[in-house]
Protein backbone atom coordinates (compact mmCIF):
# COMPACT_ATOMS: atom_id res chain seq x y z
CA UNK A 1 0.00 0.00 0.00
CA UNK A 2 1.34 3.63 -0.60
CA UNK A 3 0.43 6.31 1.53
CA UNK A 4 -0.03 9.70 -0.54
CA UNK A 5 0.51 12.81 1.64
CA UNK A 6 -0.01 16.30 0.39
CA UNK A 7 0.79 19.66 1.92
CA UNK A 8 1.52 23.47 1.10
CA UNK A 9 -2.26 24.25 0.69
CA UNK A 10 -3.61 27.31 2.13
CA UNK A 11 -5.18 31.19 1.67
CA UNK A 12 -3.48 33.69 -0.87
CA UNK A 13 -4.58 36.30 -3.22
CA UNK A 14 -5.85 36.10 -6.63
CA UNK A 15 -1.99 36.94 -8.81
CA UNK A 16 -0.36 35.16 -5.78
CA UNK A 17 1.57 32.07 -6.12
CA UNK A 18 1.63 28.27 -3.85
CA UNK A 19 4.09 25.46 -4.07
CA UNK A 20 2.21 21.82 -2.95
CA UNK A 21 4.28 19.04 -2.51
CA UNK A 22 3.45 15.61 -2.36
CA UNK A 23 5.18 12.82 -0.80
CA UNK A 24 4.63 9.21 -1.29
CA UNK A 25 5.81 6.00 0.82
CA UNK A 26 7.02 3.88 -1.69
CA UNK A 27 10.98 2.78 -2.36
CA UNK A 28 9.52 2.16 -5.58
CA UNK A 29 8.34 6.04 -6.13
CA UNK A 30 10.46 6.07 -9.65
CA UNK A 31 8.10 3.68 -11.53
CA UNK A 32 4.71 5.62 -10.66
CA UNK A 33 3.19 8.29 -12.73
CA UNK A 34 2.18 11.09 -10.75
CA UNK A 35 -0.83 13.60 -10.61
CA UNK A 36 -2.51 16.45 -9.60
CA UNK A 37 -6.53 17.00 -9.67
CA UNK A 38 -9.06 19.42 -7.74
CA UNK A 39 -12.43 19.37 -6.69
CA UNK A 40 -13.90 23.13 -6.36
CA UNK A 41 -17.25 23.75 -4.20
CA UNK A 42 -20.18 22.02 -5.91
CA UNK A 43 -17.87 20.53 -8.84
CA UNK A 44 -16.57 16.96 -9.57
CA UNK A 45 -12.73 16.71 -9.36
CA UNK A 46 -10.88 16.96 -12.86
CA UNK A 47 -7.86 16.85 -13.75
CA UNK A 48 -4.85 19.37 -13.37
CA UNK A 49 -1.60 18.29 -14.07
CA UNK A 50 0.16 15.04 -14.58
CA UNK A 51 4.11 13.85 -15.00
CA UNK A 52 5.48 10.57 -15.87
CA UNK A 53 7.98 8.83 -13.84
CA UNK A 54 11.14 9.89 -14.93
CA UNK A 55 9.90 13.16 -15.16
CA UNK A 56 10.37 13.24 -19.23
CA UNK A 57 6.78 14.01 -20.14
CA UNK A 58 4.05 16.24 -18.29
CA UNK A 59 0.43 17.25 -18.99
CA UNK A 60 -1.72 20.16 -18.05
CA UNK A 61 -5.07 21.09 -18.00
CA UNK A 62 -5.90 23.93 -20.37
CA UNK A 63 -7.20 26.06 -17.53
CA UNK A 64 -4.16 25.98 -15.59
CA UNK A 65 -1.65 25.41 -18.53
CA UNK A 66 0.93 27.99 -18.39
CA UNK A 67 0.14 28.96 -14.68
CA UNK A 68 1.08 25.87 -13.33
CA UNK A 69 4.29 23.61 -13.00
CA UNK A 70 4.53 20.28 -12.24
CA UNK A 71 7.74 18.30 -11.08
CA UNK A 72 8.68 15.67 -9.27
CA UNK A 73 11.87 14.63 -7.35
CA UNK A 74 12.55 10.78 -7.31
CA UNK A 75 15.40 10.84 -4.70
CA UNK A 76 12.88 12.56 -2.18
CA UNK A 77 9.90 10.99 -3.27
CA UNK A 78 7.93 13.85 -4.02
CA UNK A 79 6.06 15.56 -6.99
CA UNK A 80 5.66 19.05 -6.73
CA UNK A 81 2.73 21.67 -8.04
CA UNK A 82 4.17 24.72 -8.80
CA UNK A 83 1.37 27.18 -8.87
CA UNK A 84 1.28 30.66 -10.43
CA UNK A 85 -1.03 33.95 -11.21
CA UNK A 86 -3.46 32.14 -9.01
CA UNK A 87 -7.41 32.87 -9.96
CA UNK A 88 -10.17 32.95 -7.30
CA UNK A 89 -11.60 29.96 -9.80
CA UNK A 90 -8.66 28.12 -8.62
CA UNK A 91 -10.04 27.76 -5.18
CA UNK A 92 -10.57 23.83 -4.47
CA UNK A 93 -9.23 21.10 -2.54
CA UNK A 94 -6.16 19.76 -4.21
CA UNK A 95 -5.33 16.19 -4.67
CA UNK A 96 -2.35 13.41 -5.33
CA UNK A 97 -2.45 10.87 -6.88
CA UNK A 98 -0.10 7.58 -8.02
CA UNK A 99 -0.55 5.73 -11.14
CA UNK A 100 1.25 1.93 -11.39
CA UNK A 101 1.54 2.65 -14.79
CA UNK A 102 4.92 5.00 -15.53
CA UNK A 103 3.50 7.16 -18.53
CA UNK A 104 1.75 10.19 -17.42
CA UNK A 105 -2.14 9.89 -17.03
CA UNK A 106 -4.84 12.53 -17.14
CA UNK A 107 -7.88 10.14 -15.82
CA UNK A 108 -8.54 9.95 -12.58
CA UNK A 109 -9.54 6.18 -13.03
CA UNK A 110 -5.65 5.66 -14.19
CA UNK A 111 -4.57 6.22 -10.38
CA UNK A 112 -4.18 3.32 -7.57
CA UNK A 113 -3.48 5.66 -4.47
CA UNK A 114 -4.74 9.07 -3.42
CA UNK A 115 -3.24 11.72 -0.68
CA UNK A 116 -6.51 13.19 1.43
CA UNK A 117 -6.07 16.26 -0.27
CA UNK A 118 -5.24 20.12 0.79
CA UNK A 119 -7.06 23.53 0.61
CA UNK A 120 -5.89 26.08 -1.76
CA UNK A 121 -8.36 29.30 -1.80
CA UNK A 122 -7.62 31.91 -4.12
CA UNK A 123 -9.29 35.29 -2.67
CA UNK A 124 -10.12 38.13 -5.04
Known amino acids: QVQVVESGGGLVQAGGSLRLSCAASTRTFSAYAMGWFRRAPGKEREFVATISWSGGNTYYADSVKGRFTISRDNAKNTVYLQMNTLKPEDTAVYYC?????????????????WGQGTQVTVSS
Open 97 to 113: AASVFGGAQTMDNSYHY
